[in-house]
């Protein structure tokens, strides 16, 4: 009997001794990536001509507008007009920043972006009894800033790690025919190691001009973003 009660209070001792220890070597805490506040990036910039017939052209000319048997790209629906697409530069490029307000690592945070881009030039050239006999948007650029959802999974070091966002916001665009305003909502997700990253992503932006007349027009780019984020 006295055996055993010796036996009981030293494994008591023993469990007492090594139970926390025991419990601390059990529990593992995988590292973290490290929270990351500022993104700035270069952005490679392909557009697509989006419904040109509807805006700008119905805009400019007051009148519906469709597309045209060739040689001519489109014509007013009464046949008075025909319009010709001279010019429409598909390929731009932008630089960006993006700051995380409370940090960026895993999971769900807040993101805002501020961009300057260019967009296309586009020039039209018109044959008909209208008064408009050309129409010329050149050297146009957009200063963009927005705000959204970022849901990022990132790995800590130089893993590789991902995320994806979504965003809207406002912008302002000068050109050589005047100045305007947008609005945007832009799409996507990249991966990245360490501080260096990749992304694709696309922007609609519906862009509002005064002159020649009121007008507006769509873009659609496959917005291709290298960053560096600190």
Do not use: C
Request: aromatic share 12%.
């Amino acid at each position: 009997m006295r055996l055993t009660t010796w036996r009981i209070l030293t494994l008591a001792m023993v469990v007492t001794t090594l139970g926390p220890e025991g419990a601390e070597a059990q529990t593992y805490t995988p590292p973290q990536a490290r929270r990351q506040f500022i993104s700035v990036g270069y952005d490679w910039l392909y557009t697509w001509p989006q419904r040109l017939a509807d805006h700008p052209l119905e805009d400019l000319l007051g009148t519906l507008v469709d597309a045209a048997e060739p040689p001519h790209d489109y014509r007013t629906r009464d046949g008075n007009t025909v319009i010709d697409l001279l010019e429409f530069t598909r390929r731009g490029q932008g630089v960006s920043v993006t700051v995380y307000p409370i940090g960026m690592s895993d999971g769900p945070t807040l993101g805002v972006r501020g961009s300057v881009e260019t967009l296309p030039d586009i020039r039209f050239a018109f044959d008909g009894p209208g008064a408009l006999d050309a129409y010329a948007l050149t050297n146009a650029i957009a200063y963009d800033v927005g705000a959204g959802l970022y849901v990022a999974d990132r790995a800590p070091g130089w893993g590789l790690g991902s995320y994806a966002f979504i965003l809207g916001g406002v912008g302002k665009i000068t050109s050589d025919i005047g100045s305007g305003r947008r609005y945007f909502g832009e799409g996507g997700g990249g991966i990245q190691s360490g501080p260096l990253g990749f992304e694709i992503s696309v922007k609609f932006g519906w862009n509002q001009l005064s002159e020649p007349v009121d007008h507006s027009f769509y873009t659609l780019p496959i917005n291709l973003r290298a960053t560096v984020s600190f």
